[in-house]
């Protein structure tokens, strides 16, 4: 099973419950502000978690002004 920080288990549980219909875009400022934390907390982790995360998909989607995040709930 995979350990996560405190702030990375939010971030996850966010996703996991946003992620409506199975399939969601998201981008760092926002998952932040829903959470109480900085985009930057959030935008760091992400990678990590792409990596890590094991029922949820995270993947680097698109570049506008900010990352754009696809994720995925298996």
């Given at each position: 099973?995979t350990?996560y920080t405190?702030?990375e288990?939010?971030?996850?549980s966010?996703?996991?419950?946003s992620?409506?219909?199975?399939?969601?875009?998201?981008r760092?400022?926002h998952?932040?502000e829903s959470?109480g934390?900085?985009?930057?907390?959030?935008?760091?982790?992400?990678?990590?978690l792409?990596?890590k995360a094991e029922?949820?998909?995270?993947?680097?989607?698109?570049?506008?002004?900010?990352t754009t995040?696809?994720v995925t709930?298996s």
């Amino acid at each position: 099973m995979t350990e996560y920080t405190e702030e990375e288990r939010r971030i996850v549980s966010y996703l996991r419950e946003s992620a409506s219909g199975g399939e969601g875009y998201f981008r760092a400022k926002h998952i932040a502000e829903s959470l109480g934390l900085t985009a930057k907390q959030v935008g760091s982790r992400l990678p990590r978690l792409a990596e890590k995360a094991e029922d949820v998909d995270i993947e680097k989607w698109g570049r506008a002004r900010s990352t754009t995040w696809r994720v995925t709930v298996s």
